[in-house]
């Protein structure tokens, strides 16, 4: 019988990245989520390590932990996390290490598409994605080098609908809202322009594809 995962494991995985599910913590506190299948390391440098759905599982709904050893109460991860932009933000901070973030969260969520379907393409939205939908749009658009406006002026914002799986994206340069929209639907969401009724501006409503 497999023996549930130690205390300090389980604030490993609670810890992970909300968006992608990137963990940190010691190479030792990593293997040993690997071999529970709860994390799988990235073959591509930076070679970071990331939750697998039964880790998703975990973290959602955590069951009794086995008590943790000394030398892992001692080495706590690290509580740092990423958060794509959806636009409106008051202080944001550029530069290489921000796009090292971005690009390494943009490639954790594909490979947790790849992991989540039968065929292991990546082409298509997964179910996290489905049940996150903002930041997941906004990662997408971050990601290809769109620019999420700041708390004044222009840039795409991206906000939740009432429409079941929906987000609607902002952006005052119409050439730009294309742009978006253009991404977007090469990252496997399903986009549609339209036209607020009382002020006529146009935006673009997007839902993750199924097929």
């Not at 489905?130 to 080098?145: P, W």
């Not at 079941?164 to 990252?187: F, G, I, W």
């Amino acid at each position: 019988m497999t023996r549930p995962p130690t205390a300090a494991q389980r604030r490993i995985v609670e810890a992970a990245d909300p968006v992608t599910g990137r963990l940190r913590g010691t190479e030792a506190q990593l293997a040993a989520l690997v071999k529970r299948g709860l994390a799988f390391r990235h073959p591509r440098p930076p070679r970071d390590h990331f939750l697998t759905p039964a880790g998703h599982r975990l973290r959602e709904d955590p069951g009794p932990a086995e008590p943790a050893a000394a030398s892992e109460v001692s080495a706590p991860a690290d509580s740092g996390v990423f958060s794509a932009r959806v636009g409106g933000e008051e202080r944001t901070e550029d530069g290489p290490a921000r796009l090292r973030e971005v690009r390494s969260a943009w490639q954790g969520l594909l490979e947790l598409r790849r992991m989540t379907r039968p065929d292991g393409s990546a082409g298509l939205p997964c179910a996290w994605e489905r049940t996150h939908l903002v930041q997941a749009a906004a990662l997408a658009l971050e990601a290809a080098g769109h620019r999420p406006a700041a708390a004044e002026g222009g840039g795409y914002r991206i906000r939740a609908t009432p429409q079941p799986e929906a987000v609607a994206v902002h952006e005052p340069d119409q050439a730009a809202l294309r742009a978006c929209a253009a991404t977007l639907e090469k990252s496997g969401w399903q986009v549609g322009e339209h036209t607020q009724p009382r002020t006529g501006t146009r935006y673009v409503l997007a839902s993750p594809r199924r097929t």
